[in-house]
Each structure stands twice: as C-alpha cells, then as structure tokens.
C-alpha cells in the first residue's frame, strides 16, 4: 500500500472509531428516560461518507468509459483497487475489500433504524422484543459493526 493511502487510511478508521463512540453516546437515555430522538445526523452522515472514500479505495467505481467496455488504461479518471501485500507475498486486498465493506453494511443499518418513526412502529403485543429494544439495538448492533470493523482493519494496516 502506498504510504500516503496507509496514513489516510489510518486517519479515516480513527475517525470511524470516534465517530461511533460519539454517536453511541448521545444515545444514552433514548427511548429508557426520554423518547426524543437524538441528533445523529452529522456522525452517521460522515460515517457514510469516510466508509464510502474507504471502500473506494479497494473497489472503486467504473467510469462511464469503462462502463461502456473501455479498458482501464484508456478511460480517464479510472483508479486501480490498491493491493495490500505482505512481506511474506500474501495479497490482503480481498481481506481488506470485505471488512471495509462491512463496516459500509453497519452505517447503513444504523441509519435504517435510526430513520425508524416509533410512533408508527407496530407491533405484535405478545413480541418478544419490545419497539424501543427494536430500533436501539439495530442503531447500536450497526454502529457497533462499524467500530469492530473499523478496530480490525486498523490494527492490521498499523501491523504494517
């Protein structure tokens, strides 16, 4: 991996990492001592986004050449997935591509349940699970993916 791609990288996961604890935070309370909903818009939309610029790193987007059946080399503004090898000649750049495509799928859950309306959230009245245990645990299982995830690349890529 090229130097100036590790330490973004670096950076970027951090921020996940802090992003998440943040928004874990604000919602201590929500929907136990008060059912106003937490603002959580700036920390799950810069989740999105860091996870967004770290899954194009290991697979990025086709151009509108590519596309339509242009090679690489011949469509401008294409970019190549960065490979991560080791010392020992393994390629990690699928490793990578799947965990940091698992830290995108654990913001996009958080953000569905966070998006939840429970005042027309209906359920069962024999459920199991009650509506304030549905969307707290599906924001905390996708931000908790997240860190994990976040966590687990990071000590791999500071290994390095």
Same mark, same amino acid.
């Given at each position: 991996?090229? !130097? %100036? ?9 951090? @921020?996940l990492?802090?992003? +998440? #604890?943040? /928004? ?8 136990k001592? +008060?059912?106003?909903? &937490? *603002?959580?818009? @700036?920390?799950?939309? +810069? ?5 967004? *610029?770290? $899954? #194009?790193?290991?697979? &990025? ?5 590519e596309?339509?059946?242009? &090679?690489? /080399?011949?469509s401008?503004?294409?970019?190549? &997935?960065v !490979? $991560? ?7 990690f750049?699928?490793?990578y591509? =799947? !965990? $940091?495509? *698992?830290? !995108?799928?654990?913001?996009? @859950? /958080?953000? %569905?349940?966070? =998006?939840? #309306? ?5 359920? *069962?009245?024999? /459920?199991?699970?009650?509506?304030e245990?549905f969307?707290?645990?599906?924001i905390k299982?996708?931000?908790?993916q ?5 966590? +687990? $690349?990071?000590?791999?890529? =500071?290994? #390095?």
């Amino acid at each position: 991996m090229i !130097k %100036y791609e590790q330490d973004n990288l670096l950076l970027d996961l951090k @921020r996940l990492v802090e992003l +998440t #604890e943040q /928004a874990e935070s604000k919602l201590e309370g929500y929907l136990k001592t +008060t059912y106003e909903k &937490p *603002n959580l818009y @700036r920390e799950l939309m +810069t989740i999105l986004y860091i996870s967004d *610029n770290i $899954v #194009e790193l290991f697979n &990025p987007s086709m151009t509108t050449g590519e596309i339509f059946g242009l &090679p690489k /080399a011949h469509s401008g503004g294409s970019k190549y &997935p960065v !490979k $991560v090898i080791k010392e020992n000649g393994w390629d990690f750049s699928q490793w990578y591509n =799947e !965990k $940091v495509g *698992n830290i !995108k799928g654990g913001i996009k @859950r /958080a953000i %569905y349940y966070y =998006e939840i #309306e429970y005042d027309k959230l209906n359920f *069962n009245e024999d /459920a199991s699970l009650g509506k304030e245990d549905f969307i707290l645990s599906g924001i905390k299982n996708g931000l908790n993916q997240v860190k994990i995830y976040a966590q +687990t $690349v990071l000590e791999m890529t =500071e290994k #390095e």
